[in-house]
């Protein structure tokens, strides 16, 4: 079946435009997550979302940072005024909700350059 | 703060010989620790995973020790190839929450 899947897979921007970056989850999966990879670095989590509910933003690095999540399925990662700091891969997992840890299934990553 | 810790950064193999990752967490209330390879310029993707209520899982070549009062846990690869070659990150569950905290990767090379 379909994976997870994130668009657009690369973003050039200029610094202090906002971007928009897109989780397709897989079909069925209540459970959404959005990471951030540096070059060389391991994943930072950002926030977590339980259906269209965030119980965890705590890893957002500042207010600039927002997410949402519609209908249980599609998130949106919006970035405002973004900054060269924020150059780096976002990935976006999802899992099945059970009340047990399940396995994260990730996407592709979409690759953000801030010039 | 919640903290998971990886060693090495980097771990050079020839093919055939063992490879061990380790990695300590701080969260005394975590429950749950997979382990995700890397390829270059992939997703990561899940090789195997240990909850806390067992010691040791294995899956062929690949075997996870988990021990609980040290707070620490180990990959170990044997018989590596060079298709093991890849970034390996570790991560361990936090408290009662789906969300994980992940190590800083090991970068594993497996030379023919």
């Known amino acids: 079946g379909a994976g997870v899947s994130q668009s657009p897979s690369n973003k050039v921007t200029e610094k202090g435009k906002d971007v928009e970056l897109r989780c397709d989850p897989i079909s069925g999966h209540t459970a959404l997550y959005w990471y951030r990879q540096s070059l060389g670095q391991g994943l930072e989590f950002l926030i977590y979302f339980q259906g269209n509910s965030a119980p965890d933003k705590s890893g957002l690095p500042s207010d600039r940072f927002s997410a949402e999540r519609t209908g249980g399925s599609v998130s949106t990662l919006t970035i405002q005024r973004t900054q060269q700091e924020d150059s780096a891969v976002y990935l976006c997992?999802?899992?099945?909700?059970?009340?047990?840890?399940?396995?994260?299934?990730f996407g592709p990553g979409t690759r953000l350059t801030v010039l | 703060g919640e903290n998971v810790e990886q060693h090495p950064s980097t771990l050079s193999v020839q093919e055939g010989d063992s490879a061990v990752i380790k990695c300590t967490y701080s969260d005394s209330a975590s429950n749950y620790f997979p382990w995700y390879k890397q390829e270059l310029g992939k997703r990561p993707q899940l090789i195997i995973d240990?909850?806390?209520?067992?010691g040791e899982k294995k899956d062929q070549r690949i075997a996870v020790t988990l021990n609980k009062t040290a707070k620490h846990f180990s990959l170990h690869i044997t018989e590596t190839q060079p298709e093991d070659s890849a970034v390996y990150f570790c991560a361990a569950s936090i408290g009662g929450f789906q969300k994980l905290v992940f190590g800083t990767g090991t970068r594993l090379l497996v030379s023919p």
């Open positions: 240990i909850r806390s209520n067992v």
């Open positions: 997992a999802s899992s099945l909700e059970t009340g047990f840890h399940n396995e994260q299934f």
